[in-house]
């Protein structure tokens, strides 16, 4: 039988970028006393129990959820957005999605973004190149948008590097963007683990960046980092009402809802402010002894002044070399190819470790 003429989606993709680090996975795990694997920034603490009776008390819900949250959590998330993160947004301005990384791969798509460039930043995480590439567009690496463009990714602070962009840095990207007439979508899954006093990160939706206006903007958030609860696959969109109506009915038509029972779970996540303040606690604990030790070990530390990695180097060398490295002391980490060609000598150290397992690698490195 002849098989009728496709292209797999897979070939329209890159090698999912974990998949080539068997080799030194299987070398680190030779280690005696075990793996410390800092290499993906999933969390290993465990989910506060008020969410978890949230969720359970929550599980004999059998009808379908509304696609994009209950009129609680819409209310919800625009509480902590505004409470936290110093936004005006109003209950209309919000929906709730199932984990930020399908929102964000989706978006081009859902937003009828096809075959243009999409800009995304100039080291990232890959999902923005991918989502540009099942639009069947061009992602094109850099800070500014391009003729053409009409949706720029921001991430800030930034999945791997860190870095924070500033208000000003910010306020220009929206100016530029409204001349255009394109969509910027600000991921801002690490907004509240900021180390710097001196330059926290800020929202797009800040009215010291829009100017209180949410047209064209889209802030991406998440408490999979914030409240360990990546298994939960909660994320929310919040901004421009129209682009949330817009993405709200393309979402009811693909069946994308987040589960009722998670849905629970969210709203009381948004309303313990507590639970996430002990969560950033912990991740400073372990940054304070994971950030001297690299020092130490003969390697610098770029940006890193938020979120849940170090960026470092080491001596200059290509990123794989010190993945080898690591790995050799049972140490896994990712390389900065990983998320591009501009960070072929770096690599993304993860602070999403037990604490004993970071007191593990802080000692291998000595």
């Known amino acids: 039988m002849t098989s009728l003429p496709r292209t797999p989606l897979a070939q329209r993709l890159p090698e999912f970028p974990w998949d080539s680090l068997a080799d030194v996975s299987a070398s680190a795990h030779a280690h005696p006393d075990g793996i410390v694997d800092l290499s993906i920034g999933t969390p290993v603490d465990d989910v506060a129990p008020g969410i978890q009776l949230a969720l359970a008390e929550a599980a004999a819900a059998s009808g379908y959820p509304p696609t994009t949250g209950t009129p609680a959590l819409h209310a919800a998330i625009a509480g902590w957005l505004n409470r936290r993160h110093g936004t005006d947004v109003t209950a209309e301005e919000t929906m709730a999605v199932v984990g930020t990384k399908e929102a964000i791969a989706l978006l081009p798509t859902l937003l009828g973004i096809s075959g243009a460039p999409v800009v995304i930043p100039e080291i990232a995480y890959p999902t923005y190149e991918v989502a540009a590439l099942l639009a069947g567009g061009t992602p094109v690496r850099g800070e500014a948008l391009v003729d053409g463009a009409p949706l720029i990714f921001l991430n800030s602070p930034s999945n791997p590097t860190g870095r924070v962009l500033g208000i000003d840095q910010l306020r220009a990207v929206v100016a530029d963007a409204r001349e255009r007439g394109a969509i910027v979508a600000s991921d801002e899954c690490y907004i509240g683990l900021g180390w ?3 330059k926290p990160p800020v929202s797009i939706l800040d009215e010291r960046v829009c100017g209180g206006d949410h047209t064209g903007l889209l802030a991406i958030h998440s408490l999979s980092k914030s409240s360990n609860m990546a298994s939960y696959r909660a994320g929310m969109i919040a901004g421009d009402a129209a682009l949330i109506a817009e993405l709200t009915q393309a979402r009811k038509h693909l069946g994308l809802m987040v589960p009722g029972p ?9 309303a313990d402010d507590g639970q996430e303040e002990l969560q950033k606690l912990r991740y400073a604990r372990r940054r304070a002894v994971l950030l001297p030790a690299l020092l130490r070990a003969g390697f610098s530390v770029d940006h890193s002044e938020a979120g849940l990695y170090l960026w470092a180097s080491r001596g200059g060398e290509n990123g794989r070399d010190t993945v080898a490295w690591l790995a050799e002391r049972g140490i896994l980490v990712a390389p ?13 150290v993860s602070l999403t470790a037990s604490d004993e397992r970071i007191d593990a690698a802080a000692a291998r490195l000595a």
Do not use: S, T, W
């Open 196 to 198: 710097d006093d001196e």
């Open 262 to 270: 998670i849905q629970a779970a969210m709203l009381h996540a948004l």
């Open 336 to 348: 900065g190819e990983f998320y591009g060609p501009g960070a072929v000598n770096h690599v993304r």
